[in-house]
């Protein structure tokens, strides 16, 4: 069946979706017409789609099917590759080479994969927009390959290189690379390329020039670096990024003032999120005041907020504040037109803190500019004092019925995860 994709006509394809979906699933894929793309397609990753695993045959027969979808058909336009091999003939990376069509790859590294041969591929790519790849291993073959492509490429406008364990050698690659480059405008990255060479970090930022959201995720391997001090210096220079998420870093005094200076100086920024704040001091002096630390830092970004006309959403972690914090935060927010959207996000471990900050809330009266996004533990789910819940995941099948439950007495639930094994 040949691709009959034009800019007035859908592939043939499309009417047989269901049929290669029942293949396709078994590697976790699934084809889907992407909306406002004129009939054009993509292949994306659907985790736990096919369970139990299937046998290794089936595997083959999809890793057969993706690779004459990749091959054949001009109309898909962006595509998933599994991070694994199931059969060596058969090579999705290879078969990319020269692709002119791809306007979005997305992949883990696959380790039995030649780095090399996926190197070459994507700088073969013609209209290769945007790349999202993870890269668990210490090959600096990828580092190379980005610093490459964000030299060469003329269509490049997203990145995504997701390097746990980057080294000084990749952070200087990747960086060299984003300097050179002058087409990329939404950025997610590894910690480790703002702390392994902070100086080259600040220059960055300082000198991009079409830069406008950055995302930066935090790994284990840095935890023990004040990552979020050169990222607010960085920002304090940097005229151009409109929305900045930082994911699991620490938090210290030093950074804590260092925000404060970020977002009472900084009038580019529209979108501020810091999800998931770890307590720096936790592993440096052992149990010292770890949480009154963190939350003394970031007391003096009430008064930057107050003075900054600029931001419109903030996300941060509950624990990021005592609960008197949240309240006076709480009535700021009901006094400036322009912040319109406060997200908390809360982890299993500190729900402790919503009743507290939901009394607050609701003596405010700004509940509709506030989503609070919760994750829930083993522990009793009983969380009757707060209201604003938006979105739940429960990984535990003992809280099932109170899962089902709740969602009734949460009128502001939109999403609810459940991950159930060993059933």
Not at 195 to 200: A, D, G, S, T, Y
Request: glycine content about 6%; charged content about 20%; some cysteine.
């Amino acid at each position: 069946m040949p691709c009959t994709f034009s800019e007035d006509t859908k592939c043939q394809i499309v009417a047989c979706i269901p049929l290669w979906n029942e293949f396709l699933c078994w590697l976790e894929l699934e084809l889907r017409e992407l909306p406002g793309e004129g009939g054009q397609l993509g292949v994306v990753h659907v985790p736990g789609i096919c369970l139990p695993k299937p046998e290794e045959t089936l595997l083959y027969q999809a890793a057969t099917l993706l690779f004459w979808l990749l091959k054949i058909y001009h109309c898909v336009v962006s595509a998933y590759i599994p991070g694994y091999r199931v059969d060596p003939d058969v090579d999705d990376f290879k078969v990319l080479i020269g692709n002119d069509s791809l306007k979005s790859l997305s992949f883990e590294h696959p380790w039995s994969v030649d780095s090399e041969c996926v190197c070459k591929m994507l700088l073969s790519m013609k209209r290769l927009e945007e790349l999202h790849c993870v890269v668990p291993s210490r090959d600096e073959t990828f580092a190379k390959m980005v610093s490459w492509l964000l030299r060469a490429s003329a269509t490049l406008t997203v990145l995504e290189f997701i390097a746990p364990h980057m080294d000084l050698g990749q952070a200087v690659l990747l960086l060299s690379g984003l300097q050179a480059n002058c087409t990329v405008r939404d950025l997610t990255i590894s910690s480790g390329a703002v702390v392994l060479n902070p100086p080259m970090f600040v220059a960055f930022m300082s000198g991009t020039a079409t830069l406008k959201h950055l995302k930066v995720v935090g790994s284990k391997c840095d935890l023990m670096f004040d990552i979020l001090s050169w990222l607010f210096q960085g920002m304090m220079y940097n005229r151009t990024v409109s929305s900045l998420e930082v994911h699991d870093v620490s938090l210290t005094r030093e950074s804590g003032m260092k925000g404060a200076g970020m977002l009472a100086q900084n009038k580019m920024l529209r979108s501020f999120g810091l999800w998931r704040c770890l307590p720096f001091c936790e592993f440096r002096i052992g149990e010292w005041s770890a949480t009154t630390l963190e939350r003394k830092a970031t007391s003096s970004w009430l008064q930057a907020i107050s003075k900054n006309d600029t931001v419109e959403n903030i996300t941060l972690s509950a624990i990021i504040w005592t609960y008197e914090c949240w309240g006076r935060f709480f009535g700021l927010l009901s006094r400036r037109p322009s912040l319109k959207r406060l997200t908390i996000v809360v982890d299993t471990d500190e729900r402790k803190f919503l009743p507290d900050i939901a009394r607050k809330l609701e003596e405010s009266g700004c509940e509709k500019n506030v989503t609070i996004v919760a994750s829930c533990g083993k522990q009793r789910f009983s969380l009757e004092d707060c209201k604003r819940y938006s979105e739940l995941w429960a990984e535990d099948q003992n809280m099932l019925p109170q899962v089902y439950r709740y969602p009734a007495t949460f009128p502001a639930l939109t999403f609810l995860s459940l991950r159930i094994e060993n059933l």
